[in-house]
């Protein structure tokens, strides 16, 4: 297969939704339909002009991929195929559980897609509501189920805790109940009130409650505990799965392997270059290729490492000192000795022979660490 | 320029803020032809464009008039200025050594208040002759009568030497004029043939240094000859000698009983200070006059730049206010919370607000300033005096045999109606009843001790809101009496924030204490760990609060493009991290002293 090219992540950006959630503030656009097929016919150009990158990986996030019709969908798998991607190789597709039903979902799992992300986010209507979901609680139980009669065997669901009045025992029945519905895989995230967002806007004017840092980070372990008694592996700060079923295509990102973003506002990471398309969607469909790029980076030296050492310790294996000296030719524990030595002193982090990871204190406190550990110049 | 003494007269002007000094300096400027009403910008006087927004007069000044008498002869009239505001009340003493007379003015409606008394009292004590004059009675709700009955009451006055004025619309003023002629004396006679000449004022000009404003007692000034400061020694040919017209005009000597000034070319106001005898400097004086008590700065602060690469900036623009105002004193000050800076002291709350103001404004510094305090005496247990001007500084409790504070006399003048109120303001303060009197059916004059602390944080301000700004008030300093004062400590972390420093009345500390830690635990960031806030006499801790240990800190999704953006995160956080202070282990944002320094104010 070498002379197929380099293996890349390939994500696909589908940028639109039935309408915005009150706490978005990723690039999507409700509505423009006209854009549909112009948007789907621009990324399948660019599907074909991948080579000589052939993808290993296919992730189609949004927004919402569910509001098109599973057509496109399967389109974009079909060029992906074209452009090299394997027959076994993970094919995830993200889905608003108000957005599909039975035969949306057979029609994905046909044209190839082996792993659903369900967007469920809570297994309360009232946080449904709150958060402003177009689903409710039931539907999302639905489409899981119909996920499964389908023929999907690999299924996330993402969770958000944290939310204005959540008590730590009603997240616990919220996570409860989830499990029940025995998800491969399960992301769960801490909101974060992002300036601008409706539901910030909410809190500052004093209509919701503020969120309790202190009582998010009784969540998250609680979240840890009961995961790992119902047989989930905690493998990166967010996310935890059954043996085996760990996100091939996300771990190319915390392992700081190429990828390509396709889409308004995606990210691609090449030959130590970082860059992304533009978020405005009227460019992204009338400009040539090159004008579509909005902003790039080169990581290189001392950011490279930054970049490899912090991600690494995202990862809750950690950092593999061996790897890590054998891509840089320096080993972390030396390279970032005040910072770790610091962080091992507070009880953060854990150091060994050939590892370096987070405690449980650690994690929920890693900016601290990262933040020591910055280069004095980035970039 | 004639020498006569006989046809000359220095007089000043003294009457409450506001009761219409600078409206009759105006008048009698216009009445003699010194300037001509065409010229007339409103209170020709106070120069500095912040007197004239706050309306009262900082620095004396003199001018003087040509005017020919009714008689046809002509007199040399010598006006000095006095500064209007409390803080700048001992001040009057420097324009009063150089006079002869006083005119008394008293506003028609308001009747004698608290610094008309502190005044005259003042002029009392340098022997100078009196004119009483009522002002204001234009006004409708002028009571020219009554307010000459309390002259006249209090104070002893005949009522024939009353004179009854409109500064406004120019009644009086020749009578006025008349009795300057006629009732005050001329200059008194030389009594050595050496110059000697009394420096009463001066202030910085950047040609010509500093320009002192003199009152010659005996023998020339002139122009030709080497002069000597007595006091600071230094010597200098003066560049220019000359009297104010007003406007600065050379002549080429000033003579016994004459009031001018000379342009040292002296860098600093303290090589030739106000209270300093200026003499010749190869026939010097035996003696210099008696001089008067130079400017005491009464109120001290710590003054920090914001941004610490200001200290330079703040340090020269301190050092040009102080070319001109000998008053201001300042010593380098180093804080942990607040980096470089200077303890600074001034007459008062008022001359610190203005230091203030001008370093901010004409010099564009953004300053921070500690809580003002006043000097105190301590007396170690080892019988050592120490004076300190500065919280930090004063020695550790168990080394303190005695703490004394300076208390001075409170003169207030309050419409009867408020006299209550006012009394529980002053018992408030630690204030001791010395003497009531009615000035009238409707005004009561007290008298109280209190300490100088209370005095100056901002009595001033509180009797004017209990008596609906018709209260009025002078203080002069005492002494000092032992006090029942602490220093109130502020820990954070167990490590003591000098800044945060205070001395306070042992009953108000546990109230003080608290307030500033339970704001200080408002605005000092989770620190990885539990940062105890505490405010302690001593070792003794009186209140207390913790700031809880951050427990979460971390970024929830990081994949592709938010790697960029999480990078980009963790420096802004790294970049807030070196600007803040380190108090021992605990990161405090520079903000968050500035925050409880204003709410202090």
């Known amino acids: 297969m070498k002379d197929q090219g380099q293996c890349v992540g390939l994500y696909i950006h589908i940028p639109f939704c039935r309408r915005r959630c009150l706490y978005c503030d990723f690039t999507s656009f409700s509505g423009h339909r006209r854009w549909w097929q112009r948007y789907l016919q621009v990324l399948l150009q660019?599907?074909?002009?991948?080579?000589?990158?052939?993808?290993?990986?296919?992730?189609?996030?949004?927004?919402?991929?569910?509001?098109?019709?599973?057509?496109?969908?399967?389109?974009?798998?079909?060029?992906?195929?074209?452009?090299?991607?394997?027959?076994?190789?993970?094919?995830?597709?993200?889905?608003?559980?108000?957005?599909?039903?039975?035969?949306?979902?057979?029609?994905?799992?046909?044209?190839?897609?082996?792993?659903?992300?369900?967007?469920?986010?809570?297994?309360?209507?009232?946080?449904?509501?709150?958060?402003g979901r177009l689903h409710t609680a039931q539907q999302a139980h639905c489409a899981l189920a119909q996920a499964r009669a389908a023929g999907f065997a690999n299924i996330n669901i993402d969770i958000i805790y944290g939310l204005p009045g959540q008590s730590l025992a009603a997240f616990r029945e919220d996570l409860e109940r989830a499990l029940e519905w025995e998800p491969e895989h399960l992301s769960a995230y801490c909101l974060s009130l992002e300036p601008g967002t409706p539901l910030a806007e909410m809190v500052r004017k004093g209509l919701l409650p503020e969120p309790d840092p202190d009582l998010a980070a009784d969540m998250y372990c609680l979240a840890e505990e009961l995961l790992a008694s119902a047989g989930y592996e905690h493998y990166e700060l967010s996310n935890w799965a059954r043996p085996g079923f760990a996100c091939r295509h996300n771990l190319l990102y915390w392992r700081c392997e190429p990828y390509v973003g396709l889409g308004v506002s995606a990210y691609s990471f090449i030959d130590g270059k970082r860059f992304a398309r533009t978020a405005d969607l009227a460019s992204y469909v009338r400009l040539p290729v090159a004008q579509r790029i909005a902003f790039s980076e080169s990581i290189d030296?001392?950011?490279?490492?930054?970049?490899?050492?912090?991600?690494?310790?995202?990862?809750?294996?950690?950092?593999?000192?061996?790897?890590?000296?054998?891509?840089?030719?320096?080993?972390?524990?030396?390279?970032?000795?005040?910072?770790?030595?610091?962080?091992?002193?507070?009880?953060?982090?854990?150091?060994?022979?050939?590892r370096v990871r987070f405690t449980q204190k650690g994690r929920l406190l890693s900016n601290e660490v990262f933040a020591r550990m910055l280069p004095d110049r980035a970039g | 320029m004639r020498c006569e003494r006989e046809r000359i007269r220095n007089f000043c002007i003294i009457a409450h803020v506001d009761h219409g000094k600078s409206t009759l300096a105006d008048r009698l400027l216009e009445r003699t032809g010194t300037i001509s009403p065409r010229e007339m910008t409103e209170q020709v006087l106070d120069s500095m464009p912040l007197e004239r927004e706050k309306g009262v007069t900082i620095k004396a000044s003199a001018v003087r008039m040509l005017y020919t008498a009714p008689d046809g002869k002509e007199y040399v009239l010598n006006l000095v200025d006095t500064p209007g505001h409390v803080d700048f009340s001992y001040e009057v003493s420097r324009a009063l050594v150089a006079c002869e007379g006083a005119i008394l003015v008293v506003d028609a409606s308001q009747g004698v208040e608290a610094q008309t008394i502190a005044n005259l009292y003042k002029a009392l004590d340098h022997h100078l002759v009196i004119v009483p004059v009522v002002n204001k009675i234009d006004l409708p709700n002028a009571r020219p009568q009554e307010v000459a009955a309390e002259l006249v009451d209090l104070f002893g006055f005949s009522p024939d030497e009353i004179i009854f004025a409109s500064a406004r619309d120019g009644r009086g003023v020749d009578e006025i004029l008349d009795a300057i002629i006629k009732r005050i004396p001329p200059p008194r006679a030389p009594v050595e043939p050496t110059l000697r000449a009394l420096?009463?004022?001066?202030?910085?000009?950047?040609?010509?240094?500093?320009?002192?404003?003199?009152?010659?007692?005996?023998?020339?000034?002139?122009?030709?000859?080497e002069l000597l400061a007595m006091c600071s020694m230094a010597s200098f040919e003066p560049m220019e000698v000359g009297t104010f017209t007003p406007a600065m005009s050379p002549v080429s000597e000033l003579c016994a009983g004459q009031i001018?000034?000379?342009?040292?070319?002296?860098?600093?106001?303290?090589?030739?200070?106000?209270?300093?005898?200026?003499?010749?400097?190869?026939?010097?004086?035996?003696?210099?006059l008696p001089g008067y008590q130079p400017a005491k700065p009464m109120v001290f602060a710590g003054i920090y730049p914001v941004r610490p690469e200001d200290y330079p900036l703040l340090r020269d623009s301190l050092e040009k206010l102080r070319l001109n105002d000998a008053a201001i004193v300042c010593e380098p000050e180093s804080s942990q919370a607040l980096g470089f800076g200077f303890r600074c002291g001034f007459l008062g709350l008022f001359h610190m607000e203005i230091v203030q103001e001008r370093l901010e404004r004409e010099y564009g510094v953004e300053i921070i300033t500690t809580a003002p305090n006043v000097e105190l005496e301590v007396l170690t247990r080892r019988g050592?005096?120490?004076?300190?001007?500065?919280?930090?500084?004063?020695?550790?409790?168990?080394?303190?045999?005695?703490?004394?504070?300076?208390?001075?006399?409170?003169?207030?003048?309050?419409?009867?109606?408020?006299?209550?109120?006012?009394?529980?303001?002053?018992?408030?303060?630690?204030?001791?009843?010395?003497?009531?009197?009615?000035?009238?059916?409707?005004?009561?004059?007290?008298?109280?001790?209190?300490?100088?602390?209370?005095?100056?944080?901002?009595?001033?301000?509180?009797?004017?809101?209990?008596?609906?700004?018709?209260?009025?008030?002078?203080?002069?300093?005492?002494?000092?009496?032992?006090?029942?004062?602490?220093?109130?400590?502020?820990?954070?972390?167990?490590?003591?924030v000098d800044a945060l420093s205070m001395v306070v009345h042992r009953d108000d500390a546990y109230r003080r204490g608290a307030a500033v830690v339970e704001k200080l635990k408002e605005l000092i960031p989770r620190q990885l760990?539990?940062?105890?806030?505490?405010?302690?006499?001593?070792?003794?801790?009186?209140?207390?609060?913790?700031?809880?240990?951050?427990?979460?800190?971390?970024?929830?999704?990081?994949?592709?493009?938010?790697?960029?953006?999480?990078?980009?995160?963790?420096?802004?956080?790294?970049?807030?991290?070196?600007?803040?202070?380190?108090?021992?282990?605990?990161?405090?944002?520079?903000?968050?002293?500035?925050?409880i320094l204003r709410t202090e104010e």
């Open chain 1, 46 to 131: 660019e599907i074909r002009e991948l080579s000589p990158l052939r993808p290993c990986t296919l992730y189609v996030g949004g927004g919402t991929p569910t509001v098109w019709p599973a057509a496109y969908l399967e389109e974009l798998i079909k060029a992906a195929r074209a452009a090299g991607l394997g027959e076994g190789a993970e094919a995830t597709v993200e889905a608003n559980p108000g957005t599909v039903g039975p035969r949306k979902l057979a029609l994905l799992r046909q044209s190839g897609y082996n792993r659903l992300s369900l967007g469920v986010q809570s297994t309360k209507d009232e946080n449904l509501r709150l958060l």
């Open chain 1, 301 to 354: 030296g001392a950011l490279a490492m930054f970049e490899a050492a912090m991600l690494g310790l995202r990862l809750v294996q950690g950092l593999s000192r061996e790897a890590f000296a054998a891509r840089f030719g320096v080993d972390p524990v030396a390279l970032y000795a005040e910072a770790f030595s610091w962080a091992a002193g507070e009880g953060l982090l854990e150091v060994d022979e050939s």
């Open chain 2, 199 to 225: 420096v009463f004022d001066s202030h910085y000009d950047s040609f010509r240094g500093v320009v002192a404003y003199v009152r010659v007692f005996d023998g020339v000034l002139s122009r030709s000859e």
């Open chain 2, 260 to 288: 001018g000034y000379v342009a040292t070319g002296l860098k600093s106001v303290r090589e030739c200070s106000v209270g300093d005898t200026i003499t010749s400097a190869r026939r010097p004086a035996r003696e210099p």
């Open chain 2, 384 to 496: 050592e005096l120490v004076r300190t001007n500065s919280p930090a500084e004063l020695p550790p409790e168990g080394e303190i045999e005695e703490i004394r504070e300076p208390w001075a006399l409170v003169t207030i003048v309050t419409p009867a109606e408020h006299v209550g109120s006012v009394m529980e303001l002053l018992a408030s303060r630690r204030g001791v009843s010395k003497n009531m009197e009615y000035l009238d059916p409707q005004r009561v004059m007290l008298t109280y001790e209190m300490p100088l602390s209370e005095v100056i944080i901002d009595l001033h301000d509180a009797l004017k809101s209990r008596t609906r700004g018709y209260g009025s008030m002078d203080y002069s300093l005492l002494g000092y009496q032992p006090a029942d004062l602490v220093r109130l400590d502020i820990l954070v972390h167990e490590e003591r």
């Open chain 2, 529 to 595: 760990f539990p940062v105890a806030v505490q405010a302690a006499i001593g070792k003794r801790v009186i209140a207390r609060a913790t700031v809880k240990a951050l427990r979460k800190n971390v970024t929830a999704k990081c994949y592709g493009g938010d790697i960029t953006r999480k990078r980009k995160l963790l420096e802004r956080q790294k970049e807030g991290k070196k600007r803040l202070k380190q108090i021992g282990h605990v990161s405090v944002p520079q903000e968050a002293f500035l925050a």
